[in-house]
């Protein structure tokens, strides 16, 4: 810590990167870059103002209604009766005790989706687990919000768990710039949003990747709706959202129509390439997958994908497919084709060669390290075995009891009494936040801890105040990174806030399970303790890392991780030797063809990969809906965090809708026009700002606002989410469509 004058410097980790924090007394006063980090991020400019913000939780608070009365109605309109702590969690534990005595834990949903804080131990999604596992369980969630529908398919083509292939095994940067001639991006690799991983990224470095892959002449092409989806100077194919299926089908047909497909690589490495040939060639179906075909449903000329296709097929290629991909209805063909495509190039295995996802999605994909695991805290065992995939919670809300399907599972959606949230927003995250609104009225009871007054906390029944990671000591460290931070208390707690350990471990003292739930020791101790493990399995790993003391004054380490040669190809000795080194498929193979997929007998994800469009996208564009509305992840921030200071800086609300410029002169629209962006499900304020730089049809608005007013009426924000559909990515998969919707745009008069 250096300190003049009363003020005091230090660092700290956050999940858009390690920075300076200035303090004076009890406030922050200024954030600065961290000295190591070449591009660093302008999120933590907006903290000062966040953390000391007006609209900080101060107090416990219960809804008047639901205090006076259990009322169920009235959430997000009530106002809220502020209590002392002893008697907020006397009334939460007690409710607690009473819905599990009475429905048991299958009816509390604990799924508690979100991204919380980046420190380790008083990382909220854990915390509330590890309670709600103490006291006998809770309806969790699958897979996430980011990569749900991945998670489902992808384990089906290439076997193991989708998430470890992605941030264990794939080539990291190096292996790229090493190696690969052609880069071929679907969706783009996304400087923005490399900004933030989980749990920290310290050097923010794609943009220097992408400057050596210009400087060794690497081809980069960028397929999608919007060019900034890439860093400047890739070349730019704009394509129709949701139609990336059809473009690879037809790159797909050019290799096999042209002798180009690798046979060798196809009966060594994968199966059921015979049956997805006859679909792909118009042998089963009638209609050969070509680029004539594709062109009118995908917008990009059939010269130009014959002409990729031969590209990809005679230099090194390597296809990075973006996670927003599957992030919309159907986003398990793509993906599957993706793999599909890169297996007929028969390219996976060799070094810069394949397929790669989430390249640029987070800051830590493409990072080359050794592998070290990062400090985690122990959730405990669930012994309740009910899930949901985690998008799915608005059906759950609605249809207690119904039967839905999920990846080759049929069961009854739970009936949930009780929702318990903690390091999440869902009235930010998902999809038709009206509908969502309805849902949750059902619930009787919903207990948020949250350090700000988000449209979460103000629809719950009983609100806790959270600290933020400035109010209280923690760990930074995550294996996507290769620092390591001790994460210091910079600010007494803000108001009454109370760290999420404090809040549970209050609660299971009165439910009886203190101890179960503390294991008897305090944060600094559980901090010590989580510390000392992890130095054990480092040092395990022949990685010294200094004691805590040690650790302590030096603030942050750098840890002698990272491995600056070309060192890692994912499927490198499945490749050299099939036979010896099978996936863990059924087949040991690529599934090109799966067995298991078509014995679901699901109409929307059927054996192979197929064209199939999603119910909104411009091939259904209508009179009333006529534009595609992509919502992609805000550039200025992380999701909902840290909103408050940013709705109060003049003109940064509404948020900023890309529009074409055809688009805007049809509607007279100019930028820094106000706007009106609807369809059925809803409408929201926006501003314009029109470029070229976005494909023809198509219309951007970033998540992050807050979600305003409910009914339907105009959120005045911009949350692109009262237009989103919430529906399934398909019975496979149901991870989020966000990416699926049509929407009008038109001025508004100020
Ligand atoms: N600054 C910042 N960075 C972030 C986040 C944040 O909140 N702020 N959030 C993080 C999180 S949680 C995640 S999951 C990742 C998400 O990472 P991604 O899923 O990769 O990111 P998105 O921003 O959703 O989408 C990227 C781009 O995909 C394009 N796109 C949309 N639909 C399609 C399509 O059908 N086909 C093609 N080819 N392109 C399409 C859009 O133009 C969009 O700009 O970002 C992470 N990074
Ligand atoms: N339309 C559309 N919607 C999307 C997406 C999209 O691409 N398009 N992307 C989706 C994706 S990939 C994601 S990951 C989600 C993002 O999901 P969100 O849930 O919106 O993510 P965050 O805003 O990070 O939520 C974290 C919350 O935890 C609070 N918090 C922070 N630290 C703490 C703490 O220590 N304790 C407690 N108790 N609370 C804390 C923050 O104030 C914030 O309210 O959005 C999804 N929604
Ligand atoms: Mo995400």
Redesign the pocket.
Known sequence: MTAEAGRQTKVTSS??GAFEVDVEGDRIVATRPFAPDPHP?A?PAILPAAVHHSSRVRRPAIRRGWLERRARDGRGSDDFVELPWDEALDIAARELDRVRRTHGNGAIFGGSYG?GSAGRFHHAQSQVHRFLNASGGYVASFG????GCAQAIMPHVFGGDFLKLLYEHQDGWPVICAHTETLVM???V?A???????GGVSEHDTLDWFGKFADKGMYRVN????R??APEGCDWLP??????SALMLALAHVLEHEGLSDRDFLARCTTGFDRFRAYLMGESDGQPKSPDWAAPLCGVEPGAIRALARRMATTRTFITV???????EH?EQ?YWMSAVLAGMLGQIGLPGGGVGY?Y????GVGKSLKGLRGVTLSQGENPVKAMIPVARIGDMLRNPGQLYDFNGRRGPYPDIRLIYWAGGNPFHHHQDLNALHEAWAKPETIIVNEPWWTATAKRADIVFPATTPYEREDIGRTNLDDYLFHMPQLIPPVGEARDDYAIFAGLAERMGLGEVFTGGRSAAEWIAQLYQEYREMAAAEGVEVPDLEALKACNWVRLPIRTEGPNQTLFAPFREDPEAHPLQTPSGRIEIFSEVIAGFGYDDCPGHPVWLPPRE?LGAATGAAPLHL??????????S?LESALADVPGARPVILVIQSDDAAARGIETGDLLRVFNARGACRARARVTGA?RQG?V?L???AWFGDPGGNLDPHGNPNVLTPDVGTSRLGQGCS??TALVEVARLEE
């Open positions: 999940h858009w991020s999120i991204w996430s919000y980011s990569t679907f969706g783009g996304n923005k949003n490399a900004q933030v991983s989980m397929i999608g709706p919007q900034s989806d394509l129709r959202p949701a139609s990336d973006a996670w927003s991909l599957q992030r919309g986003g793509p989430g640029g999605a987070i800051g996208w992509v919502s992609p992840q805000p550039g200025d921030k992380l999701h965090q976005i198509v951007a970033p998540t992050g966000a990416h």
